[in-house]
């Protein structure tokens, strides 16, 4: 059997090359304030990539993605192993493009606390009076730059995003940059409807995209898991304050609540961050995670 050594390691995912495709696996690995936990997560590099799937059939229409298979017989038999069950996706290989595309739907987080200081978020102005966690009158797009491993990424203007870009693609920047906007925007429309039918408020994520070898904007990585987004509860959800969450906020809150942790967690903040991540995946696909 053909070893596999992953070309490109990120906090969570690693990726492999596989000729004229990549393989890409989602670990258990679970990331905080840009810091990789010394604890694994059980299953949830199944719930990202069969969630990423979910999305990426449901939206084809809208963009085109990469993914080509979940199914680990389409692979080179290093995939087959126990230890890839349900966490691999071949994809297509793109040239990506080094911005990532955050949509907010809702003011929270890093947005909130903007607002309050001086009324924006990401220099975009917004109405005055909006409440913690309230819905936005239309969702707004705020990129930002791609950092390495252990910085930060930095939120930009959509103009510095042109520039990124036309520095790159001379005679492009402005195209692609309006590209990348409005592609982001119409998966969140979209995505967020069907999400909020199903019980689950989507406050705001993230995209990545790339170019195909014609040079068409393609989308790629992974796609609204809980990794990437903000899942609410729509039960109970009231502005006015921080809700509960789908997501790593569980382990975020943890973490602030025991700065001596060393960033290691209880085993009880392990089963409880699976569980929601498992319940996100049910409620969405309307099926229980099976790998």
Same mark, same amino acid.
């Given at each position: 059997?053909?070893?596999?050594?992953?070309?490109? =390691?990120?906090?969570?995912?690693?990726?492999?090359?596989?000729? *004229?495709? $990549?393989?890409?696996?989602?670990? *258990?690995?679970?990331?905080?304030?840009?810091?990789?936990?010394?604890?694994?997560?059980?299953? +949830?590099?199944?719930?990202?990539?069969?969630?990423?799937?979910?999305?990426? *059939?449901?939206?084809?229409?809208?963009?085109?993605?990469?993914?080509?298979?979940?199914?680990?017989?389409?692979?080179?038999?290093?995939?087959?192993? =126990?230890?890839?069950?349900?966490?691999?996706?071949?994809? +297509?290989?793109?040239?990506?493009?080094?911005?990532?595309?955050?949509?907010?739907?809702?003011?929270?987080?890093?947005?909130?606390?903007?607002?309050?200081?001086?009324?924006?978020?990401?220099?975009?102005?917004?109405?005055?009076?909006?409440?913690?966690?309230?819905?936005?009158?239309?969702?707004?797009?705020?990129?930002?730059?791609?950092?390495?491993?252990?910085?930060?990424?930095?939120?930009?203007? /959509? =103009?510095?995003?042109?520039?990124?870009?036309?520095?790159? #693609?001379?005679?492009?920047?402005?195209?692609?940059?309006?590209?990348?906007?409005?592609?982001?925007?119409?998966?969140?429309? +979209?995505?967020?409807? /069907?999400?909020?039918?199903?019980?689950?408020?989507?406050?705001?994520?993230?995209?990545?995209?790339?170019?195909?070898?014609?040079?068409?904007?393609?989308?790629? *990585?992974?796609?609204?898991?809980?990794?990437?987004?903000?899942?609410?509860?729509?039960? !109970?959800?009231?502005?006015?304050? !921080?809700?509960?969450? #789908?997501?790593?906020?569980?382990?975020?809150?943890?973490?602030?609540?025991?700065?001596?942790?060393? /960033?290691?967690?209880?085993?009880?903040?392990?089963?409880?961050?699976?569980? +929601? #991540?498992?319940?996100?995946?049910?409620? $969405?696909?309307?099926?229980?995670?099976?790998?």
């Amino acid at each position: 059997m053909k070893e596999f050594k992953p070309m490109k =390691e990120g906090k969570v995912r690693e990726i492999y090359d596989n000729g *004229d495709s $990549l393989i890409m696996v989602a670990t *258990d690995r679970i990331s905080a304030f840009d810091v990789i936990l010394k604890n694994k997560i059980t299953d +949830k590099g199944a719930v990202l990539t069969q969630m990423s799937k979910f999305w990426f *059939d449901y939206t084809e229409d809208v963009v085109p993605n990469h993914m080509i298979s979940v199914d680990t017989k389409d692979m080179p038999e290093f995939f087959q192993q =126990e230890q890839f069950k349900g966490k691999c996706m071949m994809c +297509k290989k793109l040239e990506m493009l080094p911005i990532e595309c955050i949509v907010r739907g809702y003011i929270t987080g890093s947005g909130w606390a903007s607002y309050q200081e001086n009324g924006t978020v990401c220099g975009i102005k917004l109405p005055e009076g909006l409440k913690e966690s309230q819905q936005l009158p239309e969702p707004i797009y705020t990129p930002s730059t791609k950092a390495e491993i252990g910085d930060h990424d930095e939120n930009i203007s /959509y =103009e510095k995003s042109v520039e990124i870009l036309e520095k790159v #693609y001379p005679g492009k920047g402005e195209f692609y940059a309006n590209e990348l906007k409005e592609k982001t925007i119409a998966l969140y429309k +979209k995505c967020a409807e /069907y999400a909020l039918s199903k019980g689950i408020i989507i406050a705001d994520t993230k995209f990545e995209f790339g170019l195909d070898e014609n040079g068409n904007v393609i989308l790629g *990585d992974e796609m609204l898991t809980p990794d990437s987004s903000r899942f609410w509860p729509k039960e !109970g959800y009231e502005p006015g304050k !921080g809700q509960p969450s #789908y997501d790593k906020q569980f382990v975020r809150d943890w973490l602030k609540a025991n700065p001596d942790s060393d /960033y290691n967690l209880p085993q009880d903040v392990i089963d409880k961050t699976i569980a +929601k #991540y498992k319940e996100a995946y049910e409620l $969405l696909t309307g099926k229980p995670l099976s790998i």
